[in-house]
């Protein structure tokens, strides 16, 4: 039952799109588990995804959101501006069942639809942690975490998944949706910059300091002073890589390795920010093991994954040949499929 964030401080990386992905992958291999996922950015490209992609699911979303109630984040996030420091137990109001909007996904996928009010709400949410009681700043940091504490209560705590997608900043909702999670998911382009980004995430969540005297993130020193668990490294994505030919494989691979490097020094210093997977394999004693365990990789697939995402159509439930996608025809190629959906399927199979 365990809660991913998916996380980057860097923007564009995949985020929302592997969200997509691994929860509806997650979904398919396993039919008697309920899965969640939380949309926590607002920008809401998870849930428009998840609802049927540019032309649908961003139809059904303005749907959504002009519906009143209004049943997304936003609506929770107001319950508890209202009720900051006693959780109203409203999280399961804000459900939705995605198949009901598309048919592409499965049946036992739920979702808390992303919402632009966010924004809105950001500076109401950080002035709630600080005239309540003592301890208010630990008590909104927990909101995200009733939020879904109360959804897997009404499911009967019945075997679940949930993935929260989350916006690049560390905002406020990001810190939320870090202190709700078990476990990071911390997807990476291989460009100059993501190791710079990686470096951020370590910094910011794990107070990891990059500088001797470099200050460290609130969230890291309230986190600790109020004894609260952080979430544990899970997987290191390298997303969207592409193997054109071999000098841009092996470029790619450069990268992988600085960025797996980095996390590794981490690892020989701060094991106890990682989860060892519960998959039986043993605790890793060299660089080779932590990379099997931690390091995964997701190849660009092109033209597939552009339709995967515009149609709402899981990459692993996508065929090849002719698409509609707004109006033009485009040519999904199995090729294409045969790069990605392994990985996915793969990464997938490596979640609990
Ligand atoms: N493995 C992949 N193969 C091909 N395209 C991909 C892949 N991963 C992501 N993309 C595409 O890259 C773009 C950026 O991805 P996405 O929006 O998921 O990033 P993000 O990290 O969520 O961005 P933001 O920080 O703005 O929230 C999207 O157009 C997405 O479809
Ligand atoms: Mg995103």
Known sequence: MAIYAIWNNKGGVGKSYLSFQLAAEYARQNTTKKVLVVDLCPQANASSMLLGGMIDGERKLTEIHTSQPRRTISGYIEDRIRSPYMSPNSGIDYITQVSRYNNKVPSNMYLVVGDEQLENQASRVTSATFPGPQDSWRIVHLWIRDLITDIQTSWNNEDSCVFIDCNPSFSIYTELALTAADRLLIPFSADGSSKRAIKAVLSLVYGVRRHQGDTQSDFYLEST??????????????????????????????????????????????????????????????????????????????????????????????????KHVAGRSVTVNQSQLDKQVPNITQLVQNIE
């Open 225 to 322: 002073r109020y004894r609260m668990a952080f979430p544990d490294i899970y997987m290191y994505i390298g997303n969207r890589l592409t193997q054109m030919n071999s000098s841009s494989a092996s470029a790619f691979k450069t990268v992988v390795n600085e960025i797996g490097d980095e996390i590794w020094g981490v690892w020989q210093s701060s094991p106890q920010v990682f989860c060892i997977h519960p998959n039986g394999s043993p605790t890793p004693n060299s660089r080779k093991a932590f990379r099997s365990m931690f390091q995964y990789e997701v190849n660009d697939a092109n033209t597939a994954s552009v339709v995967s995402g515009a149609l709402g159509i899981p990459i692993a439930s996508l065929t090849a040949g002719q």
